[in-house]
């Protein structure tokens, strides 16, 4: 039988009843959870922690939109899958901020495990997209008001890059970027956009564009370094490895 993947939460409520269902379901999904009762901590969480799922019980006055709405502004979980346990008639409100799934209150069992059970898939897509394999590769950068530089590429995923330069980079700075993957004879030409960096010139990349071939070839390469991983790390004589 293959092991579940081990997904990181945040659960923001102070319900008692709430918090009993729900940590029973996410644990049956191997979802290890943080448990917030304040708006502070789980404000601190959403921005500065990755996180699988945001779980906030829609409770007005404990401001739950301003959970959601960080969550979505911060880099690490724009795209995090958000779980929102609602009263009918705060639906809407739900929605409009962000929220990707909805509980009915009052929570139990059955309706929050079915609704854990498509959030679930939700969370594999996206942490198998937010993946990233350590790299050392030359890459030539062409960055808006910059002109050419050349950088190293530290990190990449499905979705972006780390980019070493030899100075900072502006946030929302469009980059073309050109370099080959190791391995391979393909060269990937790709434009993106700065959306973090610190000033010893390490900055994060989004991709907004790769030719559909490319794609196809970088899809193919991290496969194969995240096979390699598994195997690597998969103790011996077993014969399966994780989900991911």
């Given at each position: 039988?293959?092991?579940?993947?081990?997904?990181?939460?945040?659960?923001?409520?102070?319900?008692?009843?709430?918090?009993?269902?729900?940590?029973?379901?996410?644990?049956?999904?191997?979802?290890?959870?943080?448990?917030?009762?304040?708006?502070?901590?789980?404000?601190?969480?959403?921005?500065?922690?990755r996180l699988d799922a945001v779980i906030v019980d829609w409770n007005a006055a404990n401001d739950p939109a301003r959970i959601v709405r960080s969550a979505r502004k911060s880099s690490p979980n724009s795209n995090s899958t958000i779980v929102a346990m609602v009263d009918v008639g705060s639906e809407a409100h739900a929605l409009l901020v962000g929220t990707n799934f909805m509980i009915y209150k009052p929570?139990?069992?059955?309706?929050?495990?079915?609704?854990?059970?498509?959030?679930?898939?939700?969370?594999?897509?996206?942490?198998?997209?937010?993946?990233?394999?350590?790299?050392?590769?030359?890459?030539?950068?062409?960055?808006?008001?910059?002109?050419?530089?050349?950088?190293?590429?530290?990190?990449?995923?499905?979705?972006?890059?780390?980019?070493?330069?030899?100075?900072?980079?502006?946030?929302?700075?469009?980059?073309?970027?050109?370099?080959?993957?190791?391995?391979?004879?393909?060269?990937?030409?790709?434009?993106?956009?700065?959306?973090?960096?610190?000033?010893?010139?390490?900055?994060?990349?989004?991709?907004?564009?790769?030719?559909?071939?490319?794609?196809?070839?970088?899809?193919?390469?991290?496969?194969?370094?995240?096979?390699?991983?598994?195997?690597?790390?998969?103790?011996?004589?077993?014969?399966?490895?994780?989900?991911?």
């Amino acid at each position: 039988m293959k092991e579940q993947v081990r997904l990181d939460g945040l659960l923001f409520s102070n319900d008692a009843q709430v918090l009993r269902v729900m940590n029973q379901v996410l644990d049956s999904f191997a979802i290890q959870t943080e448990v917030c009762s304040e708006v502070g901590s789980a404000l601190e969480a959403v921005t500065h922690r990755r996180l699988d799922a945001v779980i906030v019980d829609w409770n007005a006055a404990n401001d739950p939109a301003r959970i959601v709405r960080s969550a979505r502004k911060s880099s690490p979980n724009s795209n995090s899958t958000i779980v929102a346990m609602v009263d009918v008639g705060s639906e809407a409100h739900a929605l409009l901020v962000g929220t990707n799934f909805m509980i009915y209150k009052p929570v139990d069992l059955d309706r929050a495990g079915r609704c854990m059970r498509a959030a679930y898939g939700t969370m594999l897509q996206e942490r198998r997209r937010a993946a990233r394999v350590s790299v050392d590769i030359p890459v030539t950068a062409r960055v808006s008001e910059l002109g050419v530089l050349e950088a190293r590429v530290s990190d990449l995923s499905i979705g972006g890059l780390a980019l070493q330069c030899e100075q900072p980079l502006q946030i929302d700075r469009e980059v073309s970027l050109l370099f080959s993957l190791p391995g391979t004879n393909g060269v990937m030409r790709i434009n993106g956009k700065v959306v973090n960096g610190n000033t010893a010139g390490r900055a994060g990349v989004r991709f907004s564009f790769i030719p559909e071939e490319d794609l196809d070839l970088l899809e193919s390469w991290l496969a194969m370094e995240f096979a390699k991983l598994e195997n690597a790390e998969m103790p011996l004589g077993e014969s399966e490895s994780c989900v991911v």
